[in-house]
């Protein structure tokens, strides 16, 4: 290929890509469409793109490293070229925590492109996937897709995978209001850039005027993030190596904390590396306050004073719990999962994976900037700014509040342990313990009858920290192999849990677990979170529940024995009865005569609404559903790990007469098996194509027309020719004059680069000659460059601290 039409394709590549380039997320909740639009539309692109890269959007020529060395960062332009990025350049790259990682883009932005909608607007969004080898799927977590299941995006229950080089065209209605989320729901993709933020606006005239006026509003999504690749971390947890988390040639290694005792919970199982708010994130070796790289930007929230503000959290996180809090202001939780509660005044927020929660802050304190901060129970943490819009930008120098009785006790809202020892001065506000807006929601409890048409099913969650299987009722999730959705033969698409040659090791069953009930029924689930023993009190986990296609009434949520004077758990919930002293797979209540109505405790008057509960470890939560929507729901844990080795189920509601029919054509995938005798009958009499029983073709190349043959002629003008077939004659010339056209095209496009090149070569000479902005390092920095990735060794365990 000649040299100037090869540079010629790099530039047209270039130019795509940078159309599609890194484009900087917008924090502030805009609608994408106006309320008196129908259909308010999207055009989405999925490729792989990768963390710390600059792509210029001036010059439009190849995108660059950017590398942080010498307390600054640099655009890397060549082997030993290097030039001081600009602010400018800082805030339209994915910095995540300062390491070069490949991820995922939704039309170049990571988190994706923010969908504000109203409610009762058909959203439109056409997904292009361009990744080289893996399917997707997007999941909009939060909305009920009532008509429209095979809307619900989870492969294998609601839809095929979308292959690479495919599109596919979702289409739904807006429902319910508040804040919600999009995600992948393939494998393990939605933690690294297959997420945004899914705002529902309630129409302008359903308003109500239940707070004061509010300023603006900020998207916030918050996340745990690792060196590794989702992949990668996933198989050191299924080959038991999870202890290699800082690297397997890192002499560290990563000792669980599920031992230990923590301020607002346990650290869990995994290392948390490091978090992000929006995409913008740091790392702090050895759990201190100082990030290893500090000049990264950090997500900023402008506000004026004496002004509201809402602030709208996400936690996308793959595993962790994450506390909000943000220094020297108290926070008014208004809404949960998108459903309004009265508002609560609290110092920290508690969020686990999947959940959302929408919060006031008040701005009356002295202008300045404060920490916002994200928290992860005692093992990490990640920091943004609040900044008053009358002050410069500046590093904060604010302190996080303490707990003490002078100082008055902290309130922590949906904490995961409800007892703490006295000296921590907290005090949890459990989920049930929040109040619906009934102004907003008028929506009652399902009532308890008698009459069938309410069940009661206990589902015990466990995950099994040896072999790495996640279970529910000692099943093991096994995919189908066809989605449900397109209505196939279940039997012959799904491991069912009934076979008797049910393959199961160590007391866990693999098999596609499918809970049926009747359309409308009321359904009440106890979900159980006993540890991989029971006998085992120091083991355990707590899991975040979502439930596909509805939303549930929180009526309780119950949590661990504790021994009151330490805040230590002491096993399960002494509410609970299980099978042995080793398993709980068939929990049930220890007292035969609770169920229903009659359990302590249960919040029936106002409970708060959500599709995602936290379960908290070795307790219980109930909550209450009617099964209204007809279709197969996905039921599983949001800690990505977990649901995708076993914690979930599908939730079968009506038979598949009363679901809505699958839209024509759509696309249906699963198994194939090319059955011997097929083969068999092909290879021996191979069929003829339709198109060669009247067009026959001869070694040469000449067709044969009912048996004759059909010489091409040639005409006697140079460079134009035509072939005879038939009689009839086609030309070429308007081939040969567009690809004379497009020739001159190409090599006049190239002649322009080549110029534009030339020119922006000399303006880098003239700035390399009026400012030392542009330079090439020397070897003590290149020195430096290279030592500067080695960390500083942090402890080989997690340390924790109380507030």
Same mark, same amino acid.
């Given at each position: 290929?000649?040299?100037?039409?090869?540079?010629?394709?790099?530039?047209?590549?270039?130019?795509?890509?940078?159309?599609?380039?890194?484009?900087?997320?917008?924090?502030?909740?805009?609608?994408?469409?106006?309320?008196?639009?129908?259909?308010?539309?999207?055009?989405?692109?999925?490729?792989?793109?990768?963390?710390?890269?600059?792509?210029?959007?001036?010059?439009?020529?190849?995108?660059?490293?950017?590398?942080?060395?010498?307390?600054?960062?640099?655009?890397?332009?060549?082997?030993?070229?290097?030039?001081?990025?600009?602010?400018?350049?800082?805030?339209?790259?994915?910095?995540?925590?300062?390491?070069?990682?490949?991820?995922?883009?939704?039309?170049?932005?990571?988190?994706?492109?923010?969908?504000?909608?109203?409610?009762?607007?058909?959203?439109?969004?056409?997904?292009?996937?361009?990744?080289?080898?893996?399917?997707?799927?997007?999941?909009?977590?939060?909305?009920?897709?009532?008509?429209?299941?095979?809307?619900?995006?989870?492969?294998?229950?609601?839809?095929?995978?979308?292959?690479?080089?495919?599109?596919?065209?979702?289409?739904?209605?807006?429902?319910?209001?508040?804040?919600?989320?999009?995600?992948?729901?393939?494998?393990?993709?939605?933690?690294?850039?297959?997420?945004?933020?899914?705002?529902?606006?309630?129409?302008?005239?359903?308003?109500?005027?239940?707070?004061?006026?509010?300023?603006?509003?900020?998207?916030?999504?918050?996340?745990?993030?690792?060196?590794?690749?989702?992949?990668?971390?996933?198989?050191?947890?299924?080959?038991?190596?999870?202890?290699?988390?800082?690297?397997? /040639?890192? *002499? #560290?290694?990563?000792? +669980?904390? @599920?031992?230990?005792?923590?301020?607002?919970?346990?650290?869990?199982?995994?290392? =948390?590396?490091?978090?992000?708010?929006?995409?913008?994130?740091?790392?702090?070796?050895?759990?201190?306050?100082?990030?290893?790289?500090?000049?990264?930007?950090?997500?900023?929230?402008?506000?004026?004073?004496?002004?509201?503000?809402?602030?709208?959290?996400?936690?996308?996180?793959?595993?962790?719990?994450?506390?909000?809090?943000?220094?020297?202001?108290?926070?008014?939780?208004?809404?949960?999962?998108?459903?309004?509660?009265?508002?609560?005044?609290?110092?920290?927020?508690?969020?686990?994976?999947?959940?959302?929660?929408?919060?006031?802050?008040?701005?009356?304190?002295?202008?300045?900037?404060?920490?916002?901060?994200?928290?992860?129970?005692?093992?990490?943490?990640?920091?943004?700014?609040?900044?008053?819009?009358?002050?410069?930008?500046?590093?904060? /120098?604010? *302190? #996080?509040?303490?707990? +003490?009785? @002078?100082?008055?006790?902290?309130?922590?809202?949906?904490?995961?342990?409800?007892? =703490?020892?006295?000296?921590?001065?907290?005090?949890?506000?459990?989920?049930?313990?929040?109040?619906?807006?009934?102004?907003?929601?008028?929506?009652?409890?399902?009532?308890?009858?008698?009459?069938?048409?309410?069940?009661?099913?206990?589902?015990?969650?466990?995950?099994?920290?040896?072999?790495?299987?996640?279970?529910?009722?000692?099943?093991?999730?096994?995919?189908?192999?066809?989605?449900?959705?397109?209505?196939?033969?279940?039997?012959?698409?799904?491991?069912?849990?009934?076979?008797?040659?049910?393959?199961?090791?160590?007391?866990?069953?693999?098999?596609?677990?499918?809970?049926?009930?009747?359309?409308?029924?009321?359904?009440?689930?106890?979900?159980?979170?006993?540890?991989?023993?029971?006998?085992?009190?120091?083991?355990?986990?707590?899991?975040?529940?979502?439930?596909?296609?509805?939303?549930?009434?929180?009526?309780?949520?119950?949590?661990?024995?504790?021994?009151?004077?330490?805040?230590?758990?002491?096993?399960?919930?002494?509410?609970?009865?299980?099978?042995?002293?080793?398993?709980?797979?068939?929990?049930?209540?220890?007292?035969?005569?609770?169920?229903?109505?009659?359990?302590?405790?249960?919040?029936?008057?106002?409970?708060?609404?959500?599709?995602?509960?936290?379960?908290?470890?070795?307790?219980?939560?109930?909550?209450?559903?009617?099964?209204?929507?007809?279709?197969?729901?996905?039921?599983?844990?949001?800690?990505?790990?977990?649901?995708?080795?076993?914690?979930?189920?599908?939730?079968?509601?009506?038979?598949?007469?009363?679901?809505?029919?699958?839209?024509?054509?759509?696309?249906?995938?699963?198994?194939?098996?090319?059955?011997?005798?097929?083969?068999?009958?092909?290879?021996?009499?191979?069929?003829?194509?339709?198109?060669?029983?009247?067009?026959?073709?001869?070694?040469?190349?000449?067709?044969?027309?009912?048996?004759?043959?059909?010489?091409?002629?040639?005409?006697?003008?140079?460079?134009?020719?035509?072939?005879?077939?038939?009689?009839?004659?086609?030309?070429?010339?308007?081939?040969?004059?567009?690809?004379?056209?497009?020739?001159?095209?190409?090599?006049?496009?190239?002649?322009?680069?080549?110029?534009?090149?030339?020119?922006?070569?000399?303006?880098?000479?003239?700035?390399?000659?009026?400012?030392?902005?542009?330079?090439?390092?020397?070897?003590?920095?290149?020195?430096?460059?290279?030592?500067?990735?080695?960390?500083?060794?942090?402890?080989?365990?997690?340390?924790?601290?109380?507030?």
């Amino acid at each position: 290929m000649p040299f100037c039409l090869q540079n010629t394709i790099v530039l047209l590549v270039a130019i795509a890509t940078c159309a599609l380039g890194q484009l900087a997320f917008d924090h502030n909740v805009i609608p994408s469409c106006s309320p008196d639009e129908e259909v308010c539309e999207f055009d989405w692109t999925i490729r792989h793109s990768q963390t710390m890269i600059v792509f210029d959007k001036d010059d439009i020529v190849q995108p660059h490293p950017l590398i942080y060395t010498n307390g600054s960062l640099f655009i890397r332009l060549g082997c030993d070229e290097y030039e001081e990025a600009t602010q400018e350049e800082i805030q339209r790259t994915i910095t995540a925590e300062g390491r070069h990682k490949m991820i995922y883009v939704i039309n170049g932005q990571f988190p994706g492109p923010p969908v504000v909608v109203y409610e009762g607007q058909q959203v439109v969004v056409r997904v292009k996937n361009e990744l080289l080898n893996e399917g997707v799927t997007i999941h909009w977590h939060g909305q009920y897709q009532r008509g429209t299941p095979w809307m619900d995006g989870v492969d294998m229950v609601g839809q095929c995978p979308i292959s690479p080089g495919q599109s596919f065209v979702y289409r739904f209605i807006a429902e319910p209001a508040g804040t919600h989320w999009y995600h992948s729901h393939l494998g393990v993709q939605r933690t690294e850039g297959i997420a945004g933020p899914l705002i529902v606006l309630p129409r302008p005239t359903n308003k109500t005027d239940n707070h004061e006026p509010i300023e603006n509003e900020f998207m916030v999504l918050t996340q745990d993030w690792y060196s590794f690749s989702s992949v990668e971390l996933l198989y050191l947890f299924n080959w038991d190596l999870r202890r290699y988390s800082f690297g397997l /040639d890192d *002499e #560290r290694c990563f000792i +669980s904390s @599920e031992k230990q005792k923590t301020d607002l919970g346990f650290s869990g199982f995994m290392l =948390f590396e490091s978090g992000l708010i929006n995409s913008r994130g740091h790392h702090y070796p050895v759990f201190g306050d100082v990030p290893k790289l500090p000049l990264l930007p950090y997500e900023t929230f402008v506000v004026e004073s004496n002004k509201t503000y809402r602030f709208r959290v996400i936690n996308t996180a793959n595993a962790f719990t994450l506390f909000i809090s943000v220094d020297q202001h108290q926070l008014e939780v208004i809404s949960t999962d998108g459903h309004d509660v009265e508002g609560v005044k609290t110092d920290f927020i508690g969020t686990t994976p999947g959940e959302r929660v929408d919060f006031l802050l008040r701005t009356n304190q002295k202008p300045g900037n404060y920490w916002f901060r994200v928290e992860a129970n005692g093992a990490g943490k990640v920091k943004g700014i609040l900044r008053y819009d009358s002050v410069d930008a500046g590093i904060p /120098d604010s *302190e #996080r509040k303490i707990c +003490s009785v @002078e100082r008055d006790d902290c309130v922590v809202v949906n904490c995961m342990n409800k007892v =703490f020892p006295p000296h921590f001065n907290l005090k949890c506000v459990a989920l049930h313990e929040m109040k619906a807006d009934k102004r907003l929601d008028k929506r009652e409890v399902p009532k308890y009858t008698d009459d069938g048409s309410f069940v009661e099913i206990m589902l015990s969650n466990r995950y099994k920290t040896q072999s790495t299987i996640a279970v529910i009722n000692g099943k093991s999730f096994v995919k189908p192999s066809s989605p449900l959705q397109t209505y196939p033969d279940i039997d012959k698409v799904t491991e069912s849990c009934n076979k008797t040659d049910l393959r199961c090791v160590d007391e866990v069953c693999f098999c596609t677990q499918i809970i049926k009930v009747k359309l409308g029924t009321t359904v009440q689930f106890v979900l159980v979170a006993p540890g991989p023993f029971v006998n085992e009190p120091i083991l355990g986990l707590q899991h975040p529940i979502h439930i596909h296609g509805h939303d549930f009434h929180v009526l309780k949520v119950a949590y661990s024995n504790y021994n009151t004077s330490s805040g230590i758990s002491l096993g399960m919930n002494e509410d609970i009865e299980c099978e042995t002293h080793v398993w709980c797979d068939q929990p049930k209540w220890k007292n035969s005569s609770w169920g229903g109505d009659n359990i302590p405790g249960l919040n029936l008057v106002d409970p708060p609404l959500k599709d995602t509960v936290l379960l908290p470890r070795h307790g219980y939560t109930v909550i209450r559903m009617r099964a209204d929507n007809p279709g197969f729901w996905f039921m599983h844990c949001h800690i990505e790990i977990h649901q995708v080795t076993g914690m979930a189920l599908i939730l079968q509601v009506g038979d598949v007469d009363e679901m809505p029919p699958t839209p024509k054509d759509f696309p249906t995938c699963g198994n194939y098996n090319f059955p011997q005798e097929e083969f068999e009958e092909i290879i021996k009499k191979p069929k003829k194509r339709p198109s060669d029983v009247n067009n026959k073709v001869l070694k040469g190349g000449s067709p044969i027309v009912n048996d004759k043959i059909v010489i091409s002629g040639v005409q006697s003008a140079p460079g134009c020719a035509h072939l005879e077939e038939g009689g009839k004659t086609t030309t070429v010339y308007i081939l040969t004059l567009f690809a004379l056209i497009t020739t001159c095209i190409v090599f006049g496009v190239c002649l322009a680069y080549q110029t534009v090149d030339k020119k922006r070569l000399m303006n880098r000479f003239d700035k390399y000659a009026l400012s030392v902005k542009y330079n090439t390092i020397g070897c003590d920095d290149k020195e430096k460059l290279v030592t500067s990735s080695i960390s500083d060794p942090p402890p080989s365990y997690l340390t924790f601290r109380r507030i």
